[in-house]
């Protein structure tokens, strides 16, 4: 509503104080989203007339939020092009004067509900670079006085692969917790798929939109078998498929060959699916055809290179060829600087070793990996790996 990222957080911030301040006497009131809204726009207008020089947009943006103050005309304009107010607001501040770390940086801080390290890490940079990214991002949107604003029906497939972006690593962060006392953050993966099925039905033509739901999907079927009782985590090998959600695999398989059937070939999200569906329909561990998850695993590769992709496609040739041939990719991913501080890297490399009987270098690499990493569960996990492979 006020064209500005930066006033919008400042409005948003200066209301949560009132809250604070108010609801502990009066109570929470009957909609405490409308009651902060009602807060944020007197605050809106009051700070436009303080100013000594109001130009002609502040002035109309001022008096449009007098209007706004019940039930909002603007509001439901939005409403016929996108319903969901985070959805709309993902595909706004995903705006293309910004380049797509930008956006995406900026959509997680502001809307994904994760910190500025838990970004950092999805991104393998330093806290501080993506810091910086977040304020360059707003100072471009202040710079170039660009409207901050819904996009129109045509502006929304320019934004899609950002917004699509953001979603995937907002349910990551839920599906594996960067820190805390807990292996997964349930509630981002519940989030991420509720707005990739909103954006199914809202762009049903995009493949990769289906895709990315495919995968969310099938690997949020698992959730009931990826911790014990106690909270431990559980490998993939290890789980009881039998806990396994029947019905979530369904819907992703679904939402796969529907991806599959929009598109000769398969981009990024697709083929990350058709990855989780092996395991899927793999009624054991045993029976996992590790050789076509490798050939996937390569394929993805080459559309997408990454280092963690190629991690991932070591630990595949392991379990198809061996674990000499996953530790021969490994070892050509220990010098690179952008997973110099990444955990998993000598968690692999430490698996791949127990397996091959070098008990000694393994016990090394899963201690380093456990200093590494933020999230207790997982760093118990890996002392208790460090120890049985030193037995």
């Known amino acids: 509503m006020v064209h500005d990222v930066g006033l919008a957080e400042e409005l948003a911030q200066d209301a949560l104080v009132a809250a604070l301040e108010q609801w502990p006497e009066s109570g929470v009131p009957r909609n405490p989203g409308a009651w902060l809204m009602a807060i944020s726009k007197r605050r809106a207008i009051d700070r436009f007339r303080r100013q000594e020089r109001l130009d002609r947009k502040h002035q109309e943006i001022a008096h449009d939020l007098e209007l706004d103050q019940g039930s909002s005309e603007y509001d439901d304009v ?29 959509t997680l801080k502001l809307l994904g509900g994760l910190k500025t390290g838990e970004i950092a890490r999805a991104f393998l940079v330093s806290e501080a670079t993506v810091a910086q990214r977040i304020v360059r ?134 083929l990350q699916a058709a990855l989780a569906a092996c395991h899927a329909r793999a009624r054991t561990a045993a029976d996992t055809d590790w050789v076509r998850i490798a050939s996937l695993y390569e394929e993805l590769a080459v559309l997408e290179p990454s280092p963690i992709i190629e991690l991932n496609r070591a630990v595949a040739l392991s379990m198809a060829f061996g674990p000499q041939a996953g530790l021969d990719l490994v070892d050509q991913l220990v010098d690179l600087p952008s997973l110099k501080n990444y955990h998993l890297l000598p968690s692999v490399r430490g698996d791949l070793l127990a397996k091959l009987g070098r008990g000694d270098e393994a016990r090394a690499e899963f201690e380093r990996a456990a200093g590494m990493t933020q999230n207790e569960r997982e760093r118990a996990l890996l002392l208790d790996r460090a120890k049985a492979a030193g037995a």
């Open 137 to 270: 991002a707003k100072r471009a949107l202040a710079d170039a006085d660009v409207p901050f604003e819904v996009p129109g029906r045509d502006e929304l497939p320019a934004r899609l692969a950002s917004v699509l972006e953001a979603i995937y690593l907002v349910f990551n962060e839920g599906y594996s917790a960067t820190a805390g006392d807990d292996w997964m953050r349930p509630e981002l993966c519940a989030e991420a798929r509720r707005l990739g099925r909103l954006l199914a039905g809202l762009m049903p033509d995009e493949p990769e939109v289906h895709g990315l739901v495919s995968l969310m999907e099938i690997q949020a079927s698992r959730t009931a078998a990826r911790t014990t009782p106690a909270g431990e985590p559980v490998l993939l090998l290890e789980q009881n498929r039998a806990k396994w959600d029947h019905l979530l695999i369904q819907r992703g398989l679904t939402a796969l060959e529907r991806a599959e059937s929009l598109a000769p070939t398969r981009a990024k999200y697709t």
């Open 78 to 106: 939005l409403d016929d092009r996108i319903e969901d107010d985070l959805l709309r607001l993902m595909f706004i501040s995903c705006h293309p004067i910004l380049t797509t770390e930008a956006r995406v940086a900026l």
